[in-house]
C-alpha cells in the first residue's frame, strides 16, 4: 500500500510541476501581449505590433506545451485517484467541468483565430480573440483555484454516510474565503513570469546588441510590469493568502514558517535554519524576533503556536519539504521586488539601458519566477498534506484501490521520459525564434 | 436528472467522436496516401485550426463524466488505466507532431514529426475504437476470483491482454479478438472520416484518389459491421431488448446504415461535404445505436456478483446534477457561438491558412 501512495503521488507531483511550467506564462504573457496590441492601436506605431507578432510565437508553442501537458491532468484524477474521485467528484467535479465548458472552449476556438486570422479579422478583431485567449486562461485559472480552495477550505457540503461528499451550496463554491486571495497571488505570480521572460529577452538583445529597439520596448515593458507585479504577488495577495493559512491551517502555518516552540512574548520571524525533525527544533537559525506576529497579527506579542504543540497525525508529512518551498518562494519574491525596484529606478533616470550589470542580472533571473512560482505551490499542497481535502479525507485514502506500484511506475516513467523530450524541445525551439527575434513590419 | 446528464454526455462523446475523428482520419491519410510535400499541407491545414477545440470535446466529456457520474469515471479510469494512459502519450505524440514539424525546415526533422504524427493518428483510432468495445463487453467488477470479490463491487483493474485473448474469460484483457475487431473497425471508420473531411476542406491533387480510397474502405466496413453484427451476441445475448421494448431507438441503425450505404455513392456527390456529413451519420448513429443497446448499463458487469453499473447507480448527487444545469446551458450557448464563429472563419477550402508555418 506504501508504495503505491508514493508512486502515485510522485506521479501527480512531477506531472503538475512540468505542467505548470507552461500555463504561467500563457496566463501572463497573454495580458503583455494584449498590451502590445492595445498599444499599437492607439499609437499605430508599427513596433509595438511586431512586438505583439513575435511574442505570440513564443505564445502559441507555450500553449501548445500547456493543452499537451495539460490533459494528462484531468485522466489523473480518475486514474491515479480514483477514491477521491468517487468520494468528491460531485463537488469538485463541478468547477473542473465548468473549466473544461467555459475556458478551453474559449480558449482554443479563439486561439487559432489570434494566430493566423490577424490578415482576415483586421487589427480592431484581431485584438478582440486576443483578448478572448486571455479572458480564457484567465477564467481557467480561476475554476482551477476554486478547485484547489475547496480542497484546502471546504465549504457548501455534506458528507453522506457512505463517506461521500455532496455538495448543498453552489454559490459557496465562489464565495469560499480562500479563494479571491489565492487566486490574484496566482495570476501576479504568473505576471511576475510573463515579466521577467519578456524583460530577459529584452536584456539579451540589448547585451548582445541585436534588435536594440525591440530589446528597449521589452526591457521597459518588463520591468514596468515586473515591479507592480512582484509587489502585488506580496502584498496584499501574499500577505492575505498567508493569513488565511494562519487563521485556517495553523498546524501548517506553523511548519512553512520554521516555528517549532510557541513562544510566549511573540514569535519571530525565521530568516535563514533547517528543519531537525529528530530533535523537533531548527539548526543553524537565523531569526528576528517578534515580527512574525506582528506581519500575521499587527501586534509584536500575538501568540503562534509552535508545530510541537499539534498531534503527530495532523502535521504535514513533509515539514522540511514545506518549510524548504515557503523560505525559497519568499526569498526570491523579495530578490524580485528589489531588483525590478532598482530597474524602474533606472529607467526614470533614463540609466537603465546602459547598466550593464541590471541588464545581465534581468537576463540570468529568468528561471528564478519559476522557481518561485513552483515553489509558491508546493508550499500551497504540501501545507495541505496528509490531507487531500483538509481535516476531512486523508491522502492515503483517496488513491485508486486496484492500481498497483509496478502500473504507475512504469506510467511514471513514461511521463519522465516524454517530457525531459518535451522539455528539451520547447527550449531548443524558443530559443530558435529567440535568437531570430522579431521581424520588422510583417506585410500589412 | 440522471437521464439528462447521460443524453448530454453521449452527446459530447459523439460530437467529439466526429470532430476529432477527422483529425485521427487526415492523419492515417496524411501517414498512407499522402506523398507530396503539397498534399501533406493541404491536409495540416485544413485540421490545423480546428484540433484543439475539437480535442476540448474530449477533455469537457471527461470533466462532465467527472461531475456528473463520479463513481463510473473513479471505476473506469482506474480499471483502463494502462490504456488510458497510452491515449494520453499518443496525444501528446499527435500534437507535437502537428505542432512542431514546421518550426524547422529540414526533411528529416519534417519526416519524423510526419511519422509521429501519423502513427499516433492510427493508433488512437485503434484505441478508442477498442475501448468502445471494452465498455460494451463490461469488465470484472469487483475483480471476482472462484467466486468471491477482491475489490470493492465497483472497481476493477484490466492487464492489456490475457493470454486467451478471449472476452469471454473469466480474467478479461483490453485487448481480445471481440475489442480489437471493434478497434479495426474505428481504424477504418475514421479513416475513411478523414478522408471525407480533407475533400471537403481543400483542393487537393489527391482528393480524386482519396474518393477511390473511401470506396474501397466502405466495403471493408461494410463487411466488419455485419461480422460484427452477427458475433454480437456473443458478448450480449440479447442485443435487440432495449429496440424491442421501445421501438423508436431503431431511429439509431437507420442512421448508421444510411451513413454507411449512402458512402457508396462517393463518386457522384456534387457537393464536397456530402462524404463528410455521411461519415459523420456512420460514426454518430454507430455510437448511439451501440450506447443504447446496453442502456441503462454504463460499464456491464461479467459476473454474477457484482451488479452492473448503470447511469442510476454511478450518478452525483441530485442538488449538484440540478444546479449544474444552469451553468451547462449557459456554457452550452457560448459554444455554439464559439464554434459559429470559427468555422465561417475558416469556412470554404483551407489550402492556403498557412498552418505552423513561421
Known sequence: MEDMLFYDRMQFAFTITFHYLFPQLTMGLSLMIVYFKWKFLRTKIDRYNDAAKFWMKIFALNFAMGVVTGIPMEFQFGTNWAKFSELTGGIIGQTLAMEGMFSFFLESSFLGLFLFGEKLLGHKLHFLTGFLVFLGSWASGYLIIATHSWMQYPVGYEVLENGKFVLNNFGALFSNPWLLPAYLHNQAASLVTSSFVVAAIGAFYLLNNKHHEFGKLFVKTGVIFGLISSLLVAFPTGDWTAKNVAEHQPVTFAAMEGIFETEEGGSEIVLIGQPNMLEKKLDNKIAVPNILSFLTYQEWDAQIKGLNEFDESVHPTNVPGLYYSYHIMVGLGTIFIGLMLLAVVQLFRRKLYQTKWILWSLMFMLPFPYIANTTGWYTAELGRQPWLVYNLLRTADGASPTVSSGNTLFTLLGFIGLYLLLGMLFLMLAGKIINKGPQLNQQH | ?358
Do not use: C
Open chain 2, 1 to 358: 436528472m440522471e437521464l439528462f446528464w447521460y443524453i448530454v454526455l453521449m452527446t459530447m462523446l459523439a460530437v467529439y467522436v466526429i470532430l476529432d475523428g477527422y483529425d485521427f482520419g487526415a492523419g492515417i491519410i496524411h501517414l498512407f496516401f499522402a506523398k507530396e510535400e503539397k498534399d501533406k499541407k493541404a491536409i495540416t491545414n485544413a485540421i490545423g485550426p480546428f484540433w484543439d477545440a475539437n480535442e476540448v470535446w474530449l477533455i469537457a466529456a471527461g470533466g462532465v463524466l467527472f461531475f456528473a457520474f463520479p463513481t463510473l469515471y473513479a471505476s473506469s479510469f482506474s480499471g483502463f488505466y494502462l490504456p488510458l494512459i497510452m491515449i494520453l502519450w499518443l496525444l501528446i505524440f499527435r500534437a507535437i507532431g502537428l505542432e512542431l514539424r514546421g518550426q524547422i525546415h529540414n526533411k528529416m526533422w519534417e519526416s519524423i514529426w510526419d511519422k509521429a504524427f501519423g502513427i499516433a493518428s492510427l493508433l488512437l483510432a485503434l484505441f478508442f475504437g477498442v475501448a468502445l468495445g471494452n465498455v460494451v463487453r463490461g469488465v470484472n467488477l469487483g475483480n471476482v476470483v472462484n467466486g468471491v470479490s477482491t475489490y470493492e463491487a465497483h472497481y476493477f483493474f484490466l492487464p492489456l491482454w490475457n493470454p486467451t485473448f478471449s472476452p469471454q474469460a473469466e480474467q478479461l484483457g483490453i485487448l481480445d479478438w471481440f475489442t480489437v475487431l471493434l478497434g479495426i473497425i474505428g481504424v477504418v471508420a475514421l479513416t475513411i472520416h478523414g478522408a471525407n473531411w480533407i475533400i471537403f476542406k481543400t483542393n487537393a491533387n489527391i482528393n480524386e484518389k482519396l474518393k477511390k480510397v473511401v470506396f474501397n474502405l466502405n466495403i471493408v466496413l461494410s463487411v466488419l459491421v455485419i461480422i460484427s453484427l452477427l458475433i454480437w451476441h456473443i458478448i450480449e445475448p440479447q442485443p435487440f431488448h432495449n429496440f424491442i421494448d421501445n421501438p423508436w431507438l431503431w431511429v439509431f441503425p437507420i442512421i448508421t446504415f444510411t451513413g454507411l450505404f449512402g458512402l457508396f455513392k462517393v463518386k457522384t456527390f456534387k457537393k464536397h461535404g456530402m462524404g463528410f456529413l455521411f461519415s459523420s451519420l456512420f460514426l454518430g448513429g454507430g455510437l448511439a445505436s451501440t450506447v443504447a443497446s446496453i442502456f441503462p448499463k454504463v460499464l456491464p458487469s461479467t459476473n454474477s456478483i457484482n451488479p452492473d453499473l448503470t447511469l442510476y447507480n454511478v450518478a452525483a448527487h441530485e442538488y449538484g446534477l440540478s444546479v449544474g444545469v444552469y451553468w451547462f446551458v449557459i456554457a452550452a450557448v457560448l459554444v455554439a457561438i464559439y464554434m459559429i464563429i470559427q468555422y465561417k472563419v475558416f469556412k470554404g477550402k483551407m489550402d492556403d491558412v498557412g498552418y505552423g508555418e513561421h
